[in-house]
C-alpha cells in the first residue's frame, strides 16, 4: 500500500478557507468547508430552497457549484499563491441519483497536478452516505503578473 502524499502547497485550515469565500456564491449556497486531509478537501452543502429546483430535488447546477467550489478551494491551496492561481476550465458532472432534503458531501482529491493543469475528482454523497454525482473538474493553473 503506498503512502499518501500531502498534496498542500500553502498553509491551509478552515477558518482561512471561509474568510476566502465570504460574499461569495460560496457563502449564498450556504457551503462550508468541513474537513482537511493530506490528499482531500470536504465541504457540505444544504439541500433547501437555495439549491432545488422545481421538482424539490436538488438542481444539477448546484452540484456543479458546489464540485467546483470545493475543487477550485483545493488547487488554489495546491500552489504557491504569491506566484499562481487556479481556476476552473472544465467541469463534468454525472448525475447518480437525487436528494430532496437535509445536506450533500463534496470530497475533492487530485487525479493529477501540474505546472499549467489540475485534474481533480469530486464525488458527492448524501446523509446515507449514497452517491449522488462524480464530478471531474480540469483547473488552469495561471501565473500571476
Given at each position: 500500500?503506498?503512502?499518501?502524499?500531502?498534496i498542500?502547497?500553502?498553509?491551509?485550515?478552515?477558518?482561512?478557507?471561509?474568510a476566502?469565500?465570504?460574499?461569495?456564491?460560496?457563502?449564498?449556497?450556504?457551503?462550508?468547508?468541513?474537513e482537511?486531509?493530506?490528499d482531500?478537501l470536504?465541504?457540505?452543502?444544504?439541500v433547501?430552497?437555495?439549491?432545488?429546483q422545481?421538482?424539490?430535488i436538488?438542481?444539477?447546477?448546484?452540484?456543479?457549484?458546489?464540485?467546483?467550489s470545493?475543487?477550485?478551494?483545493a488547487?488554489?491551496?495546491?500552489?504557491?499563491?504569491?506566484?499562481?492561481?487556479?481556476?476552473?476550465?472544465?467541469?463534468?458532472?454525472n448525475?447518480i441519483s437525487?436528494?430532496?432534503?437535509?445536506?450533500?458531501?463534496?470530497?475533492?482529491k487530485?487525479?493529477?497536478?501540474?505546472?499549467?493543469?489540475?485534474?481533480w475528482?469530486?464525488?458527492?454523497h448524501?446523509?446515507?452516505?449514497?452517491?449522488?454525482?462524480?464530478?471531474?473538474?480540469?483547473?488552469?493553473?495561471?501565473?500571476?503578473?
Amino acid at each position: 500500500m503506498s503512502e499518501i502524499k500531502k498534496i498542500w502547497k500553502m498553509p491551509i485550515d478552515l477558518e482561512s478557507m471561509q474568510a476566502r469565500n465570504a460574499n461569495t456564491m460560496v457563502t449564498h449556497l450556504g457551503i462550508e468547508m468541513i474537513e482537511i486531509g493530506d490528499d482531500f478537501l470536504k465541504a457540505k452543502m444544504p439541500v433547501d430552497e437555495r439549491t432545488r429546483q422545481p421538482l424539490g430535488i436538488m438542481n444539477g447546477g448546484a452540484s456543479c457549484v458546489l464540485a467546483e467550489s470545493v475543487g477550485s478551494t483545493a488547487g488554489n491551496y495546491c500552489v504557491d499563491q504569491t506566484k499562481y492561481y487556479c481556476v476552473g476550465l472544465d467541469i463534468n458532472t454525472n448525475h447518480i441519483s437525487s436528494v430532496r432534503e437535509g445536506y450533500v458531501y463534496a470530497t475533492a482529491k487530485p487525479f493529477h497536478l501540474g505546472k499549467t493543469t489540475q485534474v481533480w475528482s469530486i464525488e458527492i454523497h448524501d446523509d446515507k452516505e449514497k452517491l449522488v454525482s462524480v464530478t471531474r473538474l480540469t483547473m488552469a493553473v495561471i501565473q500571476r503578473s
